[in-house]
């Protein structure tokens, strides 16, 4: 049924159930009232076991209820609390069972989040390319400390954590308060100037470290440390530096600047000192380890007294040792002469005997040589005369056999100008010029004509 038909039926006679009207009424509303954005605060914050939330939005003169399904709360980056201020995307609806009407939200975040993340992003931006959260720059935190500065609000929750943690954990530890306001439009400039005090004071009040903290809350409960001011005192300070803003999931520019950033307050307390369970135990463990070395020590001088004592003596025993040393000493080289002088005596003997015993083969080998030195002689000249006459018999053959003797007996020899034999003629043209060679001499010819014997 239309908003039209609605209303033309109210005029008639024939009346309407109450679902009818409910109906009519949810139809008019989400027609009437799409997606749209509302601001407010919240209040009456449920979140059940279902994962939906339920809520109330108000201001300061009305108030509705609203509906967030578990689909679209998964998505909120943010843990909303009541008296949050925030924007929601939602649609009217009637809850027709109760003719109630709520907003069903689409989408919730921070109120006036978009602009203030905008210029967080900017500042961070800035200062990284600056330089200001590099990480060599960073200061070590001392391992001991004795006394620390806390620059926070003196009525702020966090100082109470801060010092509940340090009596609990850390009692030598003292602290020096620099109290400031942390929230408000003044309070960058406040907290920037407790740092600077701080940090003037330091060797005064006797400072290792600074703990910057604050507790949890919304964007703008934590703006301060997103400051400028803030982020720039940090890094000028002499002090290492804690930050200890907000919740564990809170970040600032104050934890980028710092030199430790630490989730909560109270986890920025644990961390600026170690526990004095600990330390006693550091220091039980060294003195222990002091007495085992002073006792080892001990022990090694008393083994070198004993030893040093063993090795002393007195002048007497050390001359009657010197004594009888040098008597075993002469001992020994003369029995060692003894022995050699043995030695040379037997050896003298063998050669002795042995001389005696060669003297008469040398009688029987000079006679030997001198009968070998005879045939050998007589052998050499043997051998002579035979060769020689051989020689001999072989020059006369050689001689008749010879080219000369052929000549000798009225033979020729026939030769080419190149000085190649002629042995057939054959090979022979009439006009070749020929040498002859005689026993006697030479002769010089050239051919007029070739005949050859028939085979």
Known sequence: MSGDQFASGSRGRESLSVSDLNRAVARCLESSFPLLSVRGELSNL???ASGHWYFTLKDDAAQVRCAMFRGRAQFVDFQPR????????????????????????????????GGLLEAFMRLRDQLAREGLFAAERKRPWPEFVRRIGVVTSP?????????????????????VLYPTQV???????????????????????????????????????????????????????????????????????????????????????????????????????ARDALAG????????????????????????????????????????????????????????RDLGWA????????????HRVERAAAALGAAGTAAFTTAEARLARLAAVLEAVGPRATLARGYAIVNREDGGVVSSSAALSPGDALRIEFADGRAEADVKRVERIPK
């Open 46 to 48: 449920t979140r059940a």
């Open 82 to 113: 009541n008296g949050d201020a925030v924007e929601l995307s939602a649609q009217v609806r009637l809850y027709e069972a109760r003719g109630d009407y709520q907003l069903v939200v689409d989408s919730m975040r921070r109120a006036g989040a």
């Open 155 to 175: 009525d702020a929750a966090a100082l109470r954590d801060v010092v509940v943690t340090f009596r609990r954990r850390a009692p030598q530890v003292s602290l």
């Open 183 to 285: 929230q408000g439009a003044t309070a960058a400039a406040q907290i920037a100037a407790a740092i600077a005090l701080a940090n003037r004071r330091r060797e005064r009040d006797g400072l290792d470290g600074l703990i910057v903290c604050r507790g949890g809350g919304s964007i703008e409960d934590l703006w301060s440390f997103n400051d400028e001011a803030v982020a720039r005192a940090i890094a000028a300070s002499e002090l290492p530096v804690i930050s200890g803003v907000g919740h564990q999931t809170d970040f600032t520019i104050a934890d980028f600047v710092a030199d430790i950033r630490a989730a909560t307050p109270t986890a920025a307390a644990e961390t600026a000192a170690r526990p004095r369970d600990e330390w006693l135990q550091r220091v039980v463990a």
């Open 293 to 348: 070395r002073l006792e080892r020590r001990i022990e090694q001088g008393e083994y070198r007294v004993d030893a040093l004592t063993a090795r002393l003596v007195s002048p007497a025993q050390r001359l009657d040792m010197a004594q009888q040393r040098l008597a075993a000493l002469d001992h020994r080289r003369r029995a060692a002469m003894a022995r050699r002088a043995e030695g040379a005596g037997r050896l003298l």
């Open 355 to 366: 001389l005696s015993t060669c003297r008469p083969a040398l009688d029987v080998l000079d």
